[in-house]
C-alpha cells in the first residue's frame, strides 16, 4: 500500500473503529432518551398534542435517516451512472471554471474541506473512458448527506422555538381570563366594564374612512406589528364564540381551549408533507448561476406571512364592523357573530397551511445558507455576495419570530369566528366518558363516538350538531343508563 492512499476497513486500527462507533452510539443513544423522557413529561402532564407532535418530529427524523440511508447504500451504483458532457454542464449553481480561468481542467467543484475517494477517482476514469461524465459524484453525495442532516437539526429547532414563542404569547392573555372572571363575580360592576370593552371594539371598526377597503386593509396590515389583539378584542371574539358554541356555560374556560387548540395545530405544521417536499424539489431545480433564487425566494415566507396576518387582522375589523352595523342598543351589546364566509375561500384551515408552508420554507431557507457557509465556505459562489446574505438572514430570523410570536397566536383566536370548532373543545375527562360509553354501544355507534373523541383534528358543525352543552349531557345521560344495567366503569 503506497503511502498517502487512503485505507480500507481491513487496513484501519480497531481502536479507531471502536472510538468512533462509541461516540457515533452515545450521541445516538442521548438523544433517543431524551426524545423518550420529553415524551413521558408530556403524558405525564396530559399535554397529549404535544406528545404526539414529538411522535411527528421523531417519523420526520426517521424519514431524513431513511433517505440519507438509501444515499449511503446506492451511493455506488450513482456514482458510476455516466452522462453526457454536454448534460453534464447545463443547469449549473455556479459558472464553470474552465482551462483559461483556472489554468487547469474542468474545476470540479471541490469543497472547502472536500475529499476525493479512490472509488471516485475509478469512476471518473471510467467515465472518462466514454467520454462522459459521472451523474453524481461520491463528494457530492457526502455533502448532500451534510445537508439532510442540517436540515433535519434546523427544522426541529425552529419547530420548538415556534410552539415556544406561540405558547407565551398566549399565555399573556391568561391575565384576561381571569380579569373577566373577577369582573363577572362583581354583577354591579360587570356590566359596566363589558358596554366599556365593546365600545372599544365597536371603534375598531373606524370612522367613515375607514370603510374603504384600501384604509382598512393598510391599517389591517400595519396592525399585526404591535397590538395585533387587544384586551377588548379577546373579550368580544371570546364571547362571540361562547355564545355561538356553548351558550350556557358563560364561565368556559376559553383560555385553556385555546392552549389546546395551539398545541393541535402545533402538530399539524411540525411535518413535512407531500407538497413541501415537492418545493424543495423546485427550489433546488431553480439554483441557477446568476438566477440568485435563493435571495429572491428568501422574501416569498416573508410576503405570505404578511398577507396571512394582514388578513386576519381583516377579519377582526370585519367583526367589529359587522357589530358597529346591529341596531340592538348598548344594554344588549350584540356579540360577534363567527362566520366561515369571512375567510379567504370559506376555509379557516386554508390559513394553518399557508402557515405551516412559511414555518417549513424559512427552516429550509436558513439550512441551506448554514449548510452552504459550513461546506463551501463564506466565499462560495452559491453563497454570493455579503448584500445577498445579510437580507436572508435578517428576513429568517423576522419570519421565525413574527409567525411564531404573533401571526400563529393569532390565527388560534381568529380562526375560532369560523362556523367550525375543534375537538380540543372537549377536555380530557368528558372525551374519556364519550371514549367508555362508545365500547359499550352497538358497533356503528361506537365507531362514530370513537371517531368524535378521538380525532381531535377533526371539528363539529355548530348549525348541524349539537352545542357543546348537548353533547356532554347527552354524553353523561346515556353513560348513566348503561350504568344501570351493567357493571360500573373500571
Excluded at 165 to 176: C, E, F, N
Aim: proline share 3%.
Amino acid at each position: 500500500m503506497a503511502a498517502g492512499e487512503p485505507r480500507s476497513f481491513e487496513y484501519t486500527p480497531t481502536w479507531v473503529v471502536t472510538v468512533v462507533c462509541f461516540i457515533i452510539v452515545l450521541i445516538s443513544l442521548g438523544a433517543e432518551r431524551g426524545l423518550h423522557r420529553l415524551g413521558k413529561l408530556f403524558k405525564h402532564r396530559k399535554l397529549h398534542a404535544l406528545y404526539e407532535a414529538l411522535e411527528k418530529v421523531k417519523g420526520e427524523l426517521m424519514l431524513l435517516g431513511f433517505i440519507s440511508l438509501l444515499l449511503t447504500v446506492f451511493q455506488g451504483l450513482i456514482s458510476h451512472v455516466c452522462i453526457p458532457r454536454d448534460s453534464a454542464n447545463i443547469m449549473l449553481p455556479c459558472k464553470l471554471k474552465t482551462e483559461a480561468s483556472s489554468g487547469g481542467s474542468e474545476h470540479l467543484g471541490i469543497a472547502k474541506h472536500g475529499r476525493r475517494l479512490l472509488a471516485e477517482d475509478v469512476s471518473l476514469e471510467t467515465c472518462a473512458r466514454q467520454g462522459k461524465l459521472p451523474l453524481l459524484s461520491l463528494e457530492a453525495l457526502h455533502q448532500l448527506h451534510i445537508f439532510i442532516f442540517v436540515l433535519a437539526v434546523v427544522h426541529v429547532i425552529f419547530c420548538v422555538t415556534t410552539m415556544l414563542l406561540g405558547g407565551a404569547k398566549i399565555r399573556l392573555w391568561k391575565h384576561w381570563e381571569n380579569s373577566i372572571r373577577s369582573e363577572t363575580s362583581q354583577p354591579h360592576r360587570a356590566h359596566a366594564i363589558h358596554i366599556h370593552h365593546h365600545r372599544i371594539f365597536k371603534e375598531r371598526a373606524g370612522r367613515y374612512w375607514r370603510k374603504f377597503a384600501v384604509v382598512s386593509w393598510v391599517v389591517s396590515f400595519f396592525k399585526q406589528f404591535y397590538g395585533s389583539v387587544t384586551k377588548s378584542d379577546y373579550i368580544a371574539l371570546r364571547r362571540g364564540f361562547i355564545r355561538a358554541h356553548c351558550p350556557s356555560m358563560p364561565h368556559f374556560d376559553f383560555h385553556t381551549y385555546m392552549m389546546r387548540t395551539l398545541e393541535l395545530d402545533f402538530k399539524q405544521i411540525v411535518g413535512i408533507s407531500w407538497y413541501l417536499w415537492v418545493f424543495v424539489m423546485v427550489f433546488l431545480l431553480m439554483d441557477l448561476a446568476g438566477w440568485h433564487s435563493y435571495f429572491w425566494l428568501s422574501f416569498l415566507p416573508l410576503v405570505l406571512l404578511l398577507l396571512v396576518g394582514a388578513e386576519l387582522e381583516h377579519i377582526i375589523t370585519e367583526l367589529a364592523k359587522g357589530v358597529a352595523e346591529q341596531r340592538n342598543g348598548e344594554a344588549d351589546a350584540a356579540p360577534v357573530k363567527p362566520s366561515d364566509e369571512l375567510f379567504w375561500f370559506h376555509s379557516p384551515n386554508l390559513f394553518l397551511y399557508l402557515i405551516h408552508f412559511i414555518l417549513f420554507q424559512n427552516s429550509f431557507e436558513i439550512a441551506f445558507l448554514f449548510w452552504v457557509w459550513t461546506t463551501y465556505g463564506f466565499k462560495s459562489c452559491i453563497m454570493e455576495k455579503l448584500g445577498f446574505i445579510i437580507p436572508r438572514l435578517t428576513i429568517g430570523i423576522l419570519v421565525q419570530v413574527l409567525c411564531s410570536y404573533s401571526t400563529l397566536p393569532l390565527y388560534a383566536l381568529v380562526t375560532q369566528m369560523g362556523s367550525l370548532f375543534k375537538q380540543t373543545m372537549f377536555d380530557e375527562y368528558i372525551r374519556e366518558l364519550i371514549l367508555k360509553w362508545a365500547r359499550r354501544t352497538p358497533s356503528s355507534a361506537a365507531g362514530e363516538s370513537h371517531r368524535l373523541a378521538s380525532q381531535s383534528t377533526e371539528s363539529i358543525h355548530a348549525s348541524e350538531q349539537p352545542t357543546l352543552d348537548d353533547a356532554i349531557a347527552t354524553s353523561v345521560i346515556e353513560l348513566n343508563h348503561h350504568n344501570e344495567s351493567q357493571t360500573p366503569f373500571s
